[in-house]
């Protein structure tokens, strides 16, 4: 690294943060605070719906699954796209049309203020864990960088200095400044990523690709492996990919206060289904980055071989020590910018409209929305940080880790959704009591639940077996198990009620809300 790279890198910082919040001007109500007033256009909304999935781990990580493995990572993109056009046409129409601050807000209206807090509180949590691992993944390229100026820098420090700047234009310019600064990052790093195709193309000895196609690198689909165990076989991607996507845009406020952005149903819905292609495109690229390394460093093991800290540091690791001067601080720039794809203001539009506002139980003048919305954007920074730390010791690809922390909860959250939504006669009760159990059994079988090697179906559940004669179930199944489990203990549990009546509203209709 030479000071050419250093100088990008500190500009981008700086600069970034200041035109979030140039580009989000005065926030004059707590409605443009949270959702923009509706003035973002669905092509902005998408690129930054885009990088708040998917951002550093994508950047970082992605390669490195196809360093160790094959394509077959694509497989959870084309369950993206299916997944996110469900919720299209299901879910987005009742939260543009009812007018919502937050995806919570229609839990509320249909079962009940307790159900909305459970959820929100669900997702507040959630969200930290699944940011702490992303701001964590972003420290990954800053530690090698300070390493090769022999500044040995510790991983927590890096994140509250990232940290410092996300919370910058979130707090000033709000969920406007959010969106645009998404987009351009967004762009930024797949620029990034181009030109280090382009660098490695020229590095490559003649029939590099040959070499990776006879090694089954470029594998896409994989229908021979064990759905229970094997993350990328094709059911299981494709499958648990389709119904994780439902989840995260469609029952993650991070996702859906960027769509609420949007100027109507119609733009968020472009917004929406374009962002899956985009995906699709974005995973392609940088695992076509992943197979370029593997042939670059002929396949050696990072950690073992090229002495790396962990098979992640692999990516950042090239960029710093092989890409030119000048480019190699764009590449890292666009990786840092990454981690500036702030949850901030999803976090603490979810705390002051689904949490404080049914806790205080008093009206709420709009300024003083708009001051709470802001100490707690705040208030979850800091505690982001001190998350972040948590996920220094991980051992599988950072993101893979992500996508295994939302199987806590993301089915109980989707659950509850299509509880609301196909169980007419189901109240509060039954689906806060369903909701819990879910979380329950999912901690159980993430925690406990393990199937033998030689069966590899899930018939073959093995609970005597010790940890290194079994493996655990992969991780795309985590939240179509959730959604099952919700929806079978809601809908047992209202079988206890007459049939619900029905109220019309605005995005169709439904159940009369009870309180439990």
């Given at each position: 690294?030479?000071?050419?790279?250093?100088?990008?890198?500190?500009?981008f910082?700086v600069g970034?943060?200041l035109l979030?919040?140039?580009?989000?001007?005065?926030?004059?109500?707590?409605?443009?605070?949270?959702?923009?007033?509706g003035?973002?256009?669905?092509?902005?909304?998408?690129?930054?719906v885009?990088?708040?999935?998917?951002?550093?781990?994508?950047v970082?990580?992605?390669?490195?699954?196809?360093?160790?493995?094959?394509?077959?990572?694509?497989?959870?993109?084309?369950?993206?796209?299916?997944?996110r056009?469900?919720?299209?046409?299901?879910?987005?129409?009742?939260?543009?049309?009812?007018?919502?601050?937050?995806a919570?807000?229609y839990?509320?209206?249909?079962?009940?203020?307790?159900?909305?807090?459970?959820?929100?509180?669900?997702?507040?949590?959630?969200r930290?864990?699944?940011?702490?691992?992303?701001?964590?993944?972003?420290?990954i390229p800053?530690?090698?960088?300070?390493a090769a100026?022999?500044?040995d820098a510790?991983?927590?420090?890096i994140?509250?200095?990232?940290?410092?700047a996300?919370?910058?234009y979130?707090f000033f310019?709000?969920?406007r400044a959010v969106?645009?600064?998404?987009?351009?990052?967004?762009?930024?790093?797949?620029?990034?990523?181009?030109?280090v195709?382009v660098?490695?193309?020229?590095r490559?000895?003649?029939?590099w690709?040959?070499a990776?196609?006879?090694?089954?690198k470029?594998?896409?689909f994989?229908?021979?492996?064990?759905?229970?165990?094997?993350?990328y076989?094709?059911?299981?991607?494709?499958?648990g990919?389709a119904?994780?996507s439902m989840?995260?845009?469609?029952a993650?406020?991070?996702?859906?206060?960027?769509?609420m952005a949007?100027?109507d149903?119609?733009?968020?819905?472009?917004?929406?289904i374009?962002?899956?292609?985009v995906?699709?495109?974005q995973?392609?690229?940088?695992?076509?980055?992943?197979?370029?390394?593997?042939?670059?460093y002929?396949?050696?093991?990072p950690?073992?071989?090229?002495?790396l800290?962990?098979?992640?540091?692999?990516?950042?690791?090239?960029?710093?020590?092989?890409?030119?001067s000048g480019?190699?601080?764009f590449?890292?720039?666009?990786?840092?910018?990454?981690?500036?794809?702030s949850?901030?203001?999803a976090?603490?539009?979810s705390?002051v409209?689904?949490?404080?506002?049914?806790l205080s139980?008093?009206?709420?003048?709009d300024?003083e929305?708009?001051?709470?919305?802001?100490?707690?954007?705040?208030v979850?920074?800091g505690?982001?940080?001190l998350f972040?730390?948590?996920?220094?010791?991980?051992?599988n690809?950072?993101?893979?880790?992500?996508?295994a922390?939302t199987?806590?909860t993301?089915?109980a959250?989707?659950?509850?959704?299509?509880l609301g939504?196909?169980v007419?006669?189901?109240r509060?009760?039954?689906?806060?009591a369903?909701?819990l159990v879910?979380?329950?059994?999912?901690a159980?079988?993430i925690?406990?639940l393990r199937f033998?090697?030689?069966s590899?179906a899930?018939?073959g559940?093995?609970?005597?077996?010790?940890a290194g004669?079994s493996?655990a179930?992969a991780?795309?199944w985590?939240?179509?198990?959730g959604v099952?489990?919700?929806?079978a203990?809601?809908?047992?549990?209202?079988l206890?009620?007459?049939?619900?009546?029905?109220?019309?509203?605005p995005a169709?209709?439904?159940p009369a809300?009870?309180?439990?």
């Open positions: 690294m030479r000071v050419l790279d250093l100088a990008i890198i500190v500009l910082l970034m943060p979030g919040v140039l580009i989000g001007g005065r926030q004059r109500s707590a409605n443009d605070y949270f959702v923009g007033e003035r973002i256009s669905w092509w902005v909304a998408c690129l930054s885009v990088s708040a999935e998917t951002s550093t781990l994508t970082l990580s992605v390669p490195t699954v196809a360093y160790l493995g094959a394509f077959t990572y694509l497989q959870l993109a084309i369950g993206y796209v299916l997944g056009i469900v919720v299209a046409f299901v879910l987005l129409p009742r939260y543009v049309a009812g007018n919502m601050t937050t919570y807000n839990l509320g209206e249909r079962f009940g203020a307790g159900l909305q807090g459970t959820a929100s509180v669900t997702f507040l949590l959630t930290l864990l699944a940011d702490g691992v992303r701001l964590f993944a972003t420290a800053v530690k090698v960088v300070l100026y022999g500044v510790e991983y927590w420090q994140s509250a200095v990232l940290g410092v996300m919370v910058a979130t310019g709000g969920v969106v645009w600064v998404d987009a351009v990052q967004m762009l930024w790093y797949v620029l990034g990523g181009v030109a195709v660098v490695l193309a020229g490559l000895p003649d029939g690709f040959s990776a196609v006879d090694a089954g470029t594998q896409l994989d229908f021979g492996s064990a759905p229970s165990s094997n993350q076989a094709f059911v299981t991607a494709v499958l990919g119904v994780l989840a995260s845009h469609g993650d406020q991070l996702v859906v206060q960027r769509l949007c100027n149903l119609r733009a968020s819905r472009k917004a929406l374009a962002s899956g292609f995906v699709f495109l995973f392609a690229l940088f695992l076509v980055i992943g197979t370029m390394l593997w042939s670059f002929r396949g050696l093991d950690v073992r071989q090229l002495g800290g962990t098979a992640d540091e692999l990516f950042a690791s090239f960029i710093v020590r092989e890409l030119p480019l190699s601080g590449v890292i720039a666009g990786i840092l910018a990454a981690a500036l794809s949850s901030l203001g976090l603490a539009s705390t409209s689904d949490v404080y506002r049914k139980r008093k009206p709420l003048g300024a929305v708009l001051r709470l919305g802001r100490v707690w954007t705040v979850w920074a505690v982001l940080i972040a730390s948590l996920f220094t010791t991980t051992k690809p950072i993101v893979e880790t992500a996508l922390i199987g806590y993301y089915g959250l989707l659950g509850a959704f299509l939504l196909l007419r006669r189901a509060q009760a039954d689906a806060i369903a909701f879910t979380v329950a059994v999912m159980f079988v925690l406990g033998g090697k030689a590899g899930f018939l559940v093995d609970f005597a077996k010790p004669d493996v179930l991780f795309p985590y939240t179509p198990l099952a489990v919700t929806l203990v809601g809908g047992l549990l209202s206890r009620h007459a049939r619900a009546t029905t109220t019309a509203t169709g209709t439904r809300p009870d309180g439990g």
